[in-house]
């Protein structure tokens, strides 16, 4: 299929470099050809951060609970910084060190299998799971 066809189509164009010689009387000269190669999926699409923003503000005033939105965005913003302070510890780094990175090192066959293997998309997944938490919190629901 040609570019044209396959951009046609709704695919993106990922660009990789390839080496290929320069001459053929030459074998120690490369030079750097663009060639471009197309996922099998549809691209997806760009979110600006403006309008990321804007969707948060105006979500926030149609909210009916703005005490629990705010409480729980600062709930969550402590229990990250509180989990970061914990996890970077002197002590818990040389105790807990080696089972995290294990713990890291044992899902990697399990991620791969998922998301490489069976083509499921990781973004799909976070937004399955931005979806289900905010249909829980009161004053996010749609």
């Known amino acids: ?32 050809a663009d060639v471009r190669t197309h996922a ?32 729980y965005g600062v709930g969550a913003f402590v229990a990250v910084w509180f989990a970061e302070w914990l996890i970077h510890l002197p002590l818990f780094n040389v105790l807990l060190g080696f089972p995290i990175q294990f713990l890291g090192l044992a899902s990697l066959p399990y991620l ?14 976070a937004e399955e799971v931005v979806k289900k938490i905010t249909k829980q919190l009161p004053g996010l629901d749609k």
């Open 1 to 32: 299929m040609q570019i044209a066809q396959l951009a046609a189509r709704g695919l993106p164009a990922l660009r990789t470099n390839v080496l290929v010689r320069a001459a053929p009387h030459s074998p120690k000269t490369f030079r750097r």
């Open 40 to 71: 099998g999926r549809p691209a997806r699409k760009q979110v600006d951060f403006d309008t990321f923003l804007a969707d948060t503000a105006d979500k926030f005033e149609k909210a009916q609970n703005k005490p629990a939105v705010i409480g």
């Open 112 to 125: 791969y299998i998922k998301y490489v293997q069976e083509g499921q998309d990781y973004i799909s997944d």
